[in-house]
């Protein structure tokens, strides 16, 4: 079981059942033309990097399943997927596995 840390001030995130934490990749900062993007005109990506998992999804006979994904595992998910949480400047994606739409390999 991983947590989300960060070594200056040792603030851990850790997701509980069947959450995840994931750091969302950097967006461009220009065009494949060479145009430079303002912050304002940058799209958030739906891309990420898994950084740390909970126990589990909790089964009806009491077990927990185990996890399809894995810690620093790449992933695309939905736009709107999860809740956002600045740790020291560092922004993560607090969400369920199940709004993982695909891993990157």
Do not use: C, H, N, W
């Not at 079981?1 to 001030?9: P, V």
């Not at 304002?40 to 999804?57: D, Q």
């Not at 996890?67 to 709107?80: E, H, K, M, N």
Request: glycine share 8%.
């Amino acid at each position: 079981m991983a947590a989300a840390t960060k070594s200056a001030t040792k603030i851990r995130l850790q997701p509980l059942g069947e959450r995840i934490v994931v750091q969302r990749e950097e967006s461009e900062t220009t065009t494949a033309g060479g145009i430079v993007l303002p912050d304002s005109a940058k799209e958030k990506p739906a891309r990420g990097t898994v950084v740390a998992l909970g126990t589990g999804k909790l089964l009806d006979d009491g077990s927990r399943a185990d996890f399809q994904l894995a810690t620093g595992d790449r992933v695309l998910f939905s736009s709107y997927a999860g809740e956002t949480v600045e740790v020291d400047d560092t922004e993560y994606l607090l969400m369920r596995e199940d709004d993982v739409l695909a891993v990157i390999e």
